[in-house]
Structures are given as C-alpha cells and as structure tokens.
C-alpha cells in the first residue's frame, strides 16, 4: 500500500497501527512533502524540522508521508512514528479547518474551562476530541500555552481568545463560520 | 533621525493583543493623520507592561499617562484631548483598585512602585522589532564590554559572584553551570536558551521574548564568549507564534549589523544564534529531555549524570539557561556583580518576574526583588481578592509547585525559604485561588495536567501519575475512603523518590499539600458525601450552600 523501504520488514503483530483515512496518498500531496525534506535535510536534528513543516502544511502527517521522512533520513519509519505519536502538535489524522485548542491546566480551570468546554461541545456539537462532520471544526484539550493572564483562554488555529464566557462562546465561533 | 514630540505606545504582547491592539494602532494612526500629528506623535507597539488584567493598555508619553481597557473607539477621544489640548482623558486612566484614585501615570501607579525591573526594563518602553531603540536603552553594551575588555574566565567570575541562580525553576547558580561549560575541554560547545514554558500559570519568558528580544540574544552571545561557544539555540515553543516572530526580527536584525554571525565587533569571537520549535510536550522543558527533541527524537528525559555541561547537545558540552536568567546577564556585566547582590536575598540575589493568575484583580506580569512576601505581592500590587472572597490558597511555582495558606502568606519568596515552607519558587507563576473553589477539584486538575504530561520513559511516574489522579478522581465522586488516603501518602513518597527527572518528582507536590492543609475537605468528601464547595459533581454540598466558581 505504501512505498515501504525493504531494509525494515514488519512482523504483523508489530505493524505501527497508523489509520490514514485516506487510502493513499496522493502524489501531488507527497510533493509538497518531498520539498519540505529538501528543505531541511541539511539541518542537524532535522526530523522536527521537517514534521512541524509537514504538519503545517498539509495539517495533520499521513503515514506515506512518514515514510518519506524515513527513506530521505535513513531512519527505522517506527523512529518517526514514534516521534510524531510523542508531540501533541503532530496528529496522524486529519483535523478540522480549524482546530480549536482548550486549555484545561489549573489556571483556566480555576477561572471556568469547564463551563467553556461544555459551552463549545454543545455549540459545535461534538465532544471533545472530535471533529464536526463538516470538517471545518476539531475540538481538543491543550495543556497550559501561557495565556494565563487573560484565562480562561482557548486557541482557534494560531488565535488567541481569552477572559472568555460562556456567553462569549458563539460570537468567538462565528467569526470562524 | 526624527523627533517626536509625544509617543502612544500600545501594548502588543499576546495577553493584550487578543483583544486586537491591532486595530487600535491602526486607529491612532488614522486619527493622528486626521489631525495632521502623524509627524509629531509617533505611535509604538510594545511589549507587555504587566498590567494583563487590565488591557489592552496605552501610555503616552513624555506625561506617561497610562490608560487600560482602550478600545478602538476611544482613540478618538485619547487624540483629540490629550495629544492635540493637553488633556488627559479620566475616564480611562489606571483606576487604583484599593484607593479608588482615578488620575494615575505609569510610574505613580501602586502596582509598578513596588516593583524593580531589571530583566523587564525595556518591555513595554519600546519597540521590540527596532534594535537601535534597545541599543538607545543600552543594549549591546555589555557584549562590548565583555568582547573587548574583559576574558572569558573574568566574564564568568561576574556572573558567579553576582550569585544569579537559574530562573527557570530549579535555581541552580549559573555562574557554576558556566565555570563547568569553560572548563570541558572538548569542541564545539553549545549555548541553549530553553524558552519552552510550559508550567501552568507561567508566562514571564513568553512576554520578555515579545517585549525585549534582544536581551536574550546578547546574554546569549555574552554565554557563547564565556564558555567558548560559537552556536547557539533557542527551542521556543511552537505555540509562541509572538515571540518567535520578534526573535526571528531579532536574530535578523543583529546579524545585518554585526551583532551576531562572524567576527562580532571585528574581535574575531564569532557567534550565532537558531531557533527552533517545539511541538507541545511538557517534559521538554527539562534540559535533557530538551536535547533529545532539539537532536530529532522523543523529548524524554536522560539518565543524569552526565551533565549537560559535560555531555549535552549532541553530547558536546552545553550551557542551558532560562529566558529569564539570560535576561539579567548583561545588565550584570555593565553594572556589576556587586550591583546584583544589592537587590534580593543574600541566598537568592537579583529579582523575580512573577506571573499572577486566578482569583486576582491586578492579574499579570511584575518584576520585585527576592524575598518580597507573598502577602505583598497579592494585597499590595495585585490588589487582592475581587469580589469581596476570602484568600484559600495560592500555588506557587505553577503545577509542579506547592499550595501555600495564609499562615504562610508572610515567608519571603526565594528559593530556599519557599523550599523549607514546604513549597516552590518554581519558574514564578502564582495561581490565587478564592474560597469559591472545591480542593479536590483542584487537586485532580494538577494529577490530570500530569497524567497527560509525563513521557511515559519511566515506570514510577507513567504508573504513579496515574493512580494519583485515580484517587483523587475517586473522592470527587465520593467514592474516597481512609485506606485511600493512607495509599495517596505512599504513593506520593515513592513518586517523590524514584522517578527520573523533575516532572515525576513534583507530580505529588502540589497534591500533598492541598492533602496537608485541606485534610478535612478531603475527609468531607469520604464521609458526608459531600463537597463543601459544591463544585463536584452529584455530591451535596454539605457545609455551605455556595454554588461554586461556575
């Protein structure tokens, strides 16, 4: 299914349980995946370089594109597996146009996440964790991402909304419908 | 170079600028055209000022008027009395919340009298993507100095006399961790500036980055010339998206002009700086799990010894430093090590960006000398508790700190008095809490940030977490016993004692102590059923009828 690299041969029980939701990737999308590697391969410690660039771009790091990253830096696929599984940054399916990012530490908690949370699940529709049907919202917890000023606080993509209500919850969500 | 006769700096860090500064710089300048000012006022956007709660904020100078909550519609107003008749305009100046005072500037206001600010002396004073502006305040000087009169075994006897110990939350006496780095023998060596905070209720290194990039960068060239580095690294986290934009502005900047790169200052001492991301792990916040993730692996933790200044990046010796505790670096080597330990405690010298959260109405960023009281810092320059609340308890250091009550609200904050009250200074993040809140909810906030954050490398912690927030998850459904909480003290022991690095360690701290203090709050939820608070879910609230903070 996938372009794997002979060197490394799985045992069946082994086999990284990796989900692409896609059958295969397309060949356009590794494309851009291969122009990435280019661009970073010369850097020492290229690897997370190279995942935040992938990441960036296509918003989530499919398995074929592992695969790549593997061959182009001579490394076992289960070494950027297990690199890409290890950072809550990289996910290996795809996510929502925009991902909104819930702070839950101690912080927000005090000054009333759940209150959000419960706010943006019953808005969105979906529990945390999840993805609208139509692909245009993921919902998720982060861990503190030092807004505390202004708590509680979540993140839609790279924007900030902070001193957040419940009532607040719906004009933050339509500015993104 | 062009005059201006009054500058409206607008605040720009992220607290203020999700409330779109943006938009209000934009209005200043559209009014100031409108008025025929723009080549008398110059409109600047700054770092932060410390006053979040507060933002966005705006000071004109030279009156150093100070006003908060400004909205784009009142730009208007702040042009067309203040810049062009002279007169301030009242109703959005600071509002001093225990004196009730209206007219405040910015040096009067209480909550900046008490503070000394020496890592933040340039944030919010100017504008962080212009480098002759930090060079205007001084910067580079240092970098001078060291270069072309001082030797690199001179420069670190400065910083270890100056008795500076690590901001980051471990407070270990940089100038030692120096001393290591110049004496390993082995080459390249590397210099790292961990700006990857991650600790609840921290956002000091993100708000110096965004504030006053510079600073970093020569503490860091000053570090590389100490030690004999010529490269150096700063793994940000990838969420900062500020702070990496003024650093990469930053490191542009200085290297056109020579700061940085090859032959710095033609004294043939070459240094440079990268950036690179992290990617959202907490544990990479400790300096070897750092390493592993800046080298292209899992961020988890190494075996100690080797050190870092013995084995490190690469397994090159390496100096790792705090955003923070590179941000006094070159104001020690202009003024002295002497200078240095005049400020603070004789164990602890210099002083302490502290964030404040929670239940607080002044909630943001301060600067104050060690050893200043936990009751100052809360009733004098946060300004207490809003909504006329009782004080609970505070958890100082951020997540893996301790929970300290008001008996210990008077032990002067620095690293040893914190660790002998039973707490941690930590990396300076201070959560207050009021007595709307339920501790056993609390408690299972801290062991479930932890159960999500630990790297699973070691057994103690990967399990320990885990249970801990098992138990405590129990008792907030009523399900606690006594047998439980006996088990919870074992467990916090061994997890206290085995685990590799700090993550595991402190993961028992601030749960033990919400234990110590508040034993009968646990009991009340084992025995009545109930929580006091009425914050847990489908148990009663027995002893007070309080709906709880939501």
């Given at each position: 299914?996938?372009?794997?690299?002979?060197?490394?041969?799985?045992?069946?029980?082994?086999?990284?349980?990796?989900?692409?939701?896609?059958?295969?990737?397309?060949?356009?999308?590794?494309?851009?995946?291969?122009?990435?590697?280019?661009?970073?391969?010369?850097?020492?410690?290229?690897?997370?370089?190279?995942?935040?660039?992938?990441?960036?771009?296509?918003?989530?790091?499919?398995?074929?594109?592992?695969?790549?990253?593997?061959?182009a830096?001579?490394?076992?696929?289960?070494?950027?597996y297990?690199?890409?599984?290890?950072?809550?940054?990289?996910?290996?399916?795809?996510?929502?146009?925009?991902?909104?990012?819930?702070?839950?530490?101690a912080p927000?908690?005090?000054?009333?996440?759940?209150?959000?949370?419960?706010?943006?699940?019953?808005?969105?529709?979906?529990?945390?964790?999840?993805?609208?049907?139509?692909?245009?919202?993921?919902?998720?917890?982060?861990?503190?991402?030092?807004?505390?000023?202004?708590?509680?606080?979540?993140?839609?993509?790279?924007?900030?909304?902070?001193?957040?209500?419940?009532?607040?919850?719906?004009?933050?969500?339509?500015?993104?419908? | 170079?062009?005059?201006?006769?009054?500058?409206?700096?607008?605040?720009?860090g992220?607290?203020?600028?999700?409330?779109?500064?943006?938009?209000?710089?934009?209005?200043?300048?559209?009014?100031?055209?409108?008025?025929?000012?723009e080549?008398?006022?110059?409109?600047?956007?700054?770092?932060?000022?410390?006053?979040?709660?507060?933002?966005?904020?705006?000071?004109?100078?030279?009156?150093?008027?100070?006003y908060?909550?400004?909205?784009?519609?009142?730009?208007?107003?702040?042009?067309?009395?203040?810049?062009?008749?002279?007169?301030?305009?009242?109703?959005?100046?600071?509002?001093?919340?225990?004196?009730?005072?209206t007219?405040?500037?910015?040096?009067?206001?209480?909550?900046?009298?008490?503070q000394?600010?020496?890592?933040?002396?340039?944030?919010?004073?100017?504008?962080?993507?212009?480098?002759?502006?930090?060079?205007?305040?001084?910067?580079?000087?240092?970098?001078?100095?060291?270069?072309?009169?001082?030797?690199?075994?001179?420069?670190?006897?400065?910083?270890?006399?100056?008795?500076?110990?690590?901001?980051?939350?471990?407070?270990?006496?940089?100038?030692?961790?120096?001393?290591?780095?110049?004496?390993?023998?082995?080459?390249?060596?590397?210099?790292?500036?961990?700006?990857?905070?991650?600790?609840?209720?921290?956002?000091?290194?993100?708000?110096?980055?965004?504030?006053?990039?510079?600073?970093?960068?020569?503490?860091?060239?000053?570090c590389?010339?100490?030690?004999?580095?010529?490269?150096?690294?700063?793994?940000?986290?990838?969420?900062?998206?500020?702070?990496?934009?003024?650093?990469?502005?930053?490191?542009?900047?200085?290297?056109?002009?020579?700061?940085?790169?090859?032959?710095?200052?033609?004294?043939?001492?070459?240094?440079?700086?990268?950036?690179?991301?992290?990617?959202?792990?907490?544990?990479?916040?400790?300096?070897?799990?750092?390493?592993?993730?800046?080298?292209?692996?899992?961020?988890?933790?190494?075996?100690?010894?080797?050190?870092?200044?013995?084995?490190?990046?690469?397994?090159?010796?390496?100096?790792?430093?705090?955003?923070?505790?590179?941000?006094?670096i070159?104001?020690?080597?202009?003024?002295g090590?002497?200078?240095?330990?005049?400020?603070?405690?004789?164990?602890?010298?210099?002083?302490?960006?502290?964030?404040?959260?929670?239940?607080?109405?002044?909630?943001?960023?301060?600067?104050?000398?060690?050893?200043?009281?936990?009751?100052?810092?809360?009733?004098?320059?946060?300004?207490?508790?809003?909504?006329?609340?009782?004080?609970?308890?505070?958890?100082?250091?951020?997540?893996?700190?301790?929970?300290?009550?008001?008996?210990?609200?008077?032990?002067?904050m620095?690293?040893?008095?914190?660790?002998?009250?039973?707490?941690?200074?930590?990396s300076?993040?201070?959560?207050?809490?009021?007595?709307?809140?339920?501790?056993?909810?609390?408690?299972?906030?801290?062991?479930?940030?932890?159960?999500?954050?630990?790297?699973?490398?070691?057994?103690?912690?990967?399990?320990?977490?885990?249970?801990?927030?098992?138990?405590?998850?129990?008792?907030?459904?009523?399900?606690?016993?006594?047998?439980?909480?006996?088990?919870?003290?074992?467990?916090?022991?061994?997890?206290?004692?085995?685990?590799?690095?700090?993550?595991?360690?402190?993961?028992?701290?601030?749960?033990?102590?919400?234990?110590?203090?508040?034993?009968?709050?646990?009991?009340?939820?084992?025995q009545?059923?109930?929580?006091?608070?009425?914050?847990?879910?489908?148990?009663?609230?027995?002893?007070?009828?309080?709906?709880?903070?939501?």
């Open positions: 299914m996938f372009p794997a690299n002979p060197q490394y041969h799985y045992e069946k029980e082994v086999e990284p349980k990796v989900i692409s939701s896609m059958p295969t990737t397309p060949e356009p999308v590794l494309a851009r995946v291969d122009s990435i590697i280019a661009q970073h391969r010369e850097t020492l410690g290229a690897l997370m370089p190279i995942l935040q660039g992938i990441q960036q771009e296509l918003g989530w790091i499919p398995e074929a594109a592992m695969h790549r990253v593997a061959e830096l001579s490394m076992p696929p289960d070494k950027v297990s690199v890409v599984s290890f950072y809550t940054l990289f996910s290996t399916k795809p996510k929502g146009k925009y991902v909104i990012r819930v702070c839950e530490s927000c908690h005090v000054e009333g996440a759940a209150a959000i949370i419960a706010e943006l699940e019953k808005q969105l529709n979906i529990k945390m964790g999840e993805v609208t049907p139509d692909r245009q919202f993921s919902l998720e917890f982060t861990s503190c991402v030092g807004i505390c000023g202004v708590a509680p606080a979540i993140m839609v993509n790279d924007e900030v909304h902070g001193n957040l209500t419940p009532a607040m919850v719906s004009q933050v969500l339509s500015k993104y419908k | 170079m062009q005059f201006h006769r009054a500058h409206v700096l607008v605040c720009h992220t607290n203020c600028s999700l409330k779109a500064p943006q938009s209000i710089v934009d209005a200043f300048r559209g009014a100031l055209k409108e008025h025929g000012l080549q008398e006022v110059r409109v600047v956007e700054t770092g932060c000022f410390g006053l979040c709660e507060q933002g966005p904020t705006v000071v004109v100078y030279p009156e150093g008027a100070l908060c909550r400004v909205t784009p519609g009142d730009v208007a107003d702040i042009v067309a009395q203040h810049l062009l008749k002279g007169r301030m305009v009242e109703r959005l100046l600071y509002r001093e919340p225990a004196l009730v005072k007219v405040q500037t910015f040096p009067e206001a209480q909550y900046f009298q008490k000394v600010r020496v890592v933040l002396r340039n944030c919010g004073l100017i504008d962080p993507e212009s480098i002759e502006e930090y060079i205007a305040r001084g910067g580079y000087l240092s970098l001078g100095k060291a270069l072309t009169t001082m030797q690199p075994a001179e420069v670190v006897k400065v910083v270890s006399d100056s008795g500076l110990r690590g901001r980051g939350g471990a407070g270990f006496p940089t100038g030692l961790k120096w001393r290591f780095a110049a004496r390993a023998e082995r080459q390249p060596k590397y210099v790292v500036c961990n700006a990857d905070e991650g600790e609840p209720g921290t956002f000091k290194d993100r708000l110096i980055l965004e504030g006053d990039p510079h600073a970093v960068l020569e503490a860091m060239a000053i590389g010339y100490a030690v004999g580095a010529s490269r150096g690294f700063i793994y940000i986290r990838g969420e900062y998206k500020l702070s990496i934009a003024m650093l990469e502005t930053a490191i542009k900047r200085a290297r056109e002009i020579g700061l940085l790169g090859a032959n710095i200052l033609g004294t043939g001492f070459d240094f440079d700086v990268e950036i690179r991301l992290g990617s959202g792990a907490y544990v990479c916040g400790e300096e070897t799990a750092l390493f592993e993730s800046l080298e292209g692996g899992r961020g988890e933790p190494r075996i100690k010894p080797p050190y870092p200044t013995d084995r490190g990046l690469w397994g090159q010796p390496t100096v790792i430093n705090n955003v923070e505790t590179l941000a006094n070159p104001h020690i080597i202009e003024k090590a002497e200078w240095f330990r005049g400020l603070g405690t004789p164990s602890t010298p210099g002083t302490k960006v502290f964030t404040l959260c929670g239940d607080i109405v002044n909630g943001g960023l301060i600067e104050v000398p060690m050893g200043i009281t936990l009751r100052e810092v809360i009733y004098d320059i946060g300004g207490g508790i809003p909504g006329g609340r009782q004080f609970k308890l505070a958890q100082t250091g951020g997540t893996s700190g301790g929970c300290v009550t008001e008996e210990l609200l008077d032990v002067p620095d690293y040893d008095s914190m660790a002998k009250a039973g707490t941690a200074l930590g300076g993040a201070l959560l207050i809490m009021d007595d709307s809140h339920c501790i056993v909810d609390i408690a299972k906030s801290f062991a479930r940030f932890f159960v999500h954050e630990s790297c699973g490398k070691c057994v103690p912690c990967r399990e320990g977490t885990k249970r801990i927030y098992d138990i405590v998850d129990g008792f907030s459904r009523g399900r606690g016993t006594a047998r439980d909480l006996e088990l919870l003290e074992l467990l916090a022991r061994t997890l206290y004692m085995t685990p590799l690095c700090p993550l595991g360690q402190t993961a028992p701290l601030p749960i033990m102590t919400t234990l110590k203090y508040f034993r009968d709050e646990y009991e009340a939820h084992m009545g059923q109930a929580c006091p608070a009425g914050v847990c879910p489908g148990l009663g609230s027995g002893l007070t009828k309080e709906v709880g903070a939501w």
